[in-house]
């Protein structure tokens, strides 16, 4: 089994900025995937940022240019750096990590940027 554990949500003014941390523990296989989604109340959860196990990144629109994913292999912890955060970047953000068996969710930190 794998353990994802969220931190470092908060609640931040309209550009500030934020940095959530996802520590993985268990037993990861590898190649994996890792990434982060949200949810925003009344909406579906949606892509926005993933780290593929050759390091490439890929971001959903929304957030290019503003937002930063990155993981630590030694500590198995995902991070996401927050910038320039916008009343809509309010949600429940979820680190989920996906190998060729299984896909792991953690429970979600959650962001609230007040404008």
């Known amino acids: 089994q794998v353990q994802l554990v969220e931190s470092g949500g908060g609640l931040v003014q309209a550009g500030g900025s934020l940095r959530l941390s996802c520590a993985a523990s268990g037993s990861i296989f590898s190649p994996n995937t890792m990434g982060w989604y949200r949810q925003a109340p009344g909406k579906q959860r949606e892509l926005v940022a993933v780290?593929?196990?050759?390091?490439?990144?890929m971001y959903a629109d929304s957030v290019k240019g503003r937002f930063t994913i990155s993981r630590d292999n030694a500590k198995n912890t995902l991070y996401l750096q927050m910038n320039s955060l916008k009343a809509e970047d309010t949600a429940v953000y979820y680190c989920r990590l996906s190998t060729s068996r299984m896909t792991y969710w953690g429970k979600g930190t959650l962001v609230t940027v007040s404008s």
């Open positions: 780290e593929l196990s050759g390091r490439s990144t």
